[in-house]
């Protein structure tokens, strides 16, 4: 019996998307299955969408015409939600994906996750964290990949995001031993059925190194499976102080 593959849906608002980046979508929602639908979305009659005419025939991408019917407004993003919401309840798809940097696709989003679908979202850093957070993993296409060590500023910036570090803390205290340790794996986890989190979007390619450079978290591979363990510094602190009381 073959393995069954999650069908993915994947819509494109134009408008919002760079089509020089399309090749890294593609590597990413490969992790999660096979893409049946591939949609496009804008004015075609405009100059600014050259860019993705050029790669419609390439990438197998279906565009869909939308004129401008207001100046101002973007007619482009009711029809996809239109769309994406007909193939929602008539088609087989388990993934839903949207590449823009637009707010208004969040309503539709939340429909999707509470239909039980897993929707992956795509857009620049300009895109509103309420579109972002509503997604199961939302990812930065204008975040390059960090491969080899920050910068020495870099520590101190992530220090100062206490939105990361609480998310990284709360997710330790959820799944850590008698002695402050957690395994890698869980705290990942964990923080992802919270937010659409991904270090990637931080600039670092997995959360090891992110939680490394971050310094305000001890981390250790574990004896016999070398997973990583993970803990909280000042749980060791308030360890070392307890044991100097009693003594």
């Given at each position: 019996?073959?393995?069954?593959?999650?069908?993915?849906?994947?819509?494109?608002?134009?408008?919002?998307?760079?089509?020089?980046?399309?090749?890294?979508?593609?590597?990413?929602?490969?992790?999660?299955?096979?893409?049946?639908?591939?949609?496009?979305?804008?004015?075609?009659?405009?100059?600014?969408?050259?860019?993705?005419?050029?790669?419609?025939?390439?990438?197998?991408?279906?565009?869909?015409?939308?004129?401008?019917?207001?100046?101002?407004?973007?007619?482009?993003?009711?029809?996809?939600?239109?769309?994406?919401?007909?193939?929602?309840?008539?088609?087989?798809?388990?993934?839903?994906?949207?590449?823009?940097?637009?707010?208004?696709?969040?309503?539709?989003?939340?429909?999707?996750?509470?239909?039980?679908?897993?929707?992956l979202g795509f857009g620049e850093r300009k895109t509103p964290q309420p579109f972002v957070n509503a997604c199961s993993k939302f990812l930065y296409l204008d975040q390059e990949?960090?491969?080899?060590?920050?910068?020495?500023?870099?520590?101190?910036?992530?220090?100062?995001?206490?939105?990361?570090?609480?998310?990284?803390?709360?997710?330790?205290?959820?799944?850590?031993?008698?002695?402050?340790?957690?395994?890698?794996?869980?705290?990942?986890?964990?923080?992802?059925?919270?937010?659409?989190?991904?270090?990637?979007?931080?600039?670092?390619?997995?959360?090891?190194?992110?939680?490394?450079?971050?310094?305000?978290?001890?981390?250790?591979?574990?004896?016999?499976?070398?997973?990583?363990?993970?803990?909280?510094?000042?749980?060791?602190?308030?360890?070392?102080?307890s044991k100097k009381a009693k003594a």
């Amino acid at each position: 019996m073959k393995e069954n593959i999650q069908k993915i849906a994947l819509f494109i608002d134009a408008d919002n998307a760079q089509a020089s980046k399309f090749d890294m979508v593609l590597s990413e929602v490969a992790k999660y299955g096979v893409v049946t639908i591939r949609k496009a979305y804008g004015n075609w009659k405009s100059p600014t969408l050259k860019q993705w005419e050029d790669i419609l025939h390439e990438y197998a991408i279906q565009p869909v015409q939308q004129y401008d019917l207001t100046k101002g407004k973007n007619a482009s993003d009711i029809s996809l939600v239109i769309d994406a919401m007909d193939i929602l309840y008539t088609k087989e798809i388990d993934v839903m994906c949207f590449i823009s940097s637009d707010c208004d696709f969040t309503p539709m989003v939340v429909r999707a996750l509470a239909e039980g679908k897993v929707v992956l979202g795509f857009g620049e850093r300009k895109t509103p964290q309420p579109f972002v957070n509503a997604c199961s993993k939302f990812l930065y296409l204008d975040q390059e990949e960090q491969t080899n060590s920050a910068t020495p500023s870099k520590p101190q910036n992530l220090k100062s995001d206490t939105r990361l570090i609480n998310l990284i803390r709360t997710a330790i205290d959820a799944t850590a031993d008698d002695d402050g340790w957690a395994m890698l794996g869980p705290i990942g986890s964990h923080i992802s059925n919270k937010t659409s989190f991904d270090s990637r979007n931080y600039g670092f390619k997995n959360l090891s190194s992110l939680i490394k450079e971050i310094d305000l978290f001890e981390i250790k591979r574990n004896t016999g499976s070398n997973a990583f363990l993970v803990r909280d510094s000042r749980k060791n602190k308030k360890s070392s102080e307890s044991k100097k009381a009693k003594a």
